[in-house]
Nanobody, 129 residues
């Protein structure tokens, strides 16, 4: 019963916006690091963003910095990925993931990593005119 459910994906024109949400079933997010990942056809899965358990630390892959914003509301038990100025290259299946282990840091950056305990089924984001 420990499941993650992504929602908010869909079809949007270039320059548009989408807001993805991730909600758990069977547990709460407050003790978990949550990350967003994506996988485009023919490409490897890559991390997009992650957020610390408190929400005080975040990180983003360079290609989405300034356009995407990750946030969490532990009172609502949700994590959101706001995606603005979408580009065709953002087209992918987006996954959220969670892990209980706290974040690691290198330099001043939070290391999102790929070691997560739970993964969602993904939501399709298509950016096309």
């Amino acid at each position: 019963q420990l499941q993650l459910v992504e929602s908010g994906g869909g079809l949007v024109q270039p320059g548009g916006s989408l807001r993805l949400s991730c909600a758990p079933s069977g547990f709460t997010f407050d003790f978990y690091v949550v990350g967003w990942f994506r996988q485009a056809p023919g490409k490897e899965r890559e991390w997009v963003s992650c957020i610390s358990r408190s929400g005080s630390s975040t990180n983003y892959v360079d290609s989405v910095k300034g356009r995407f914003t990750i946030s969490r509301d532990n009172n609502k038990n949700t994590v959101t990925l706001q995606m603005n100025s979408l580009k065709s290259e953002d087209t992918a299946v987006y996954y959220c993931a969670a892990r209980r282990e706290g974040p690691a840091y290198y330099g001043g950056n939070m290391d999102c990593g790929y070691n997560y305990d739970y993964w969602g089924q993904g939501t399709q984001v298509t950016v096309s005119s």
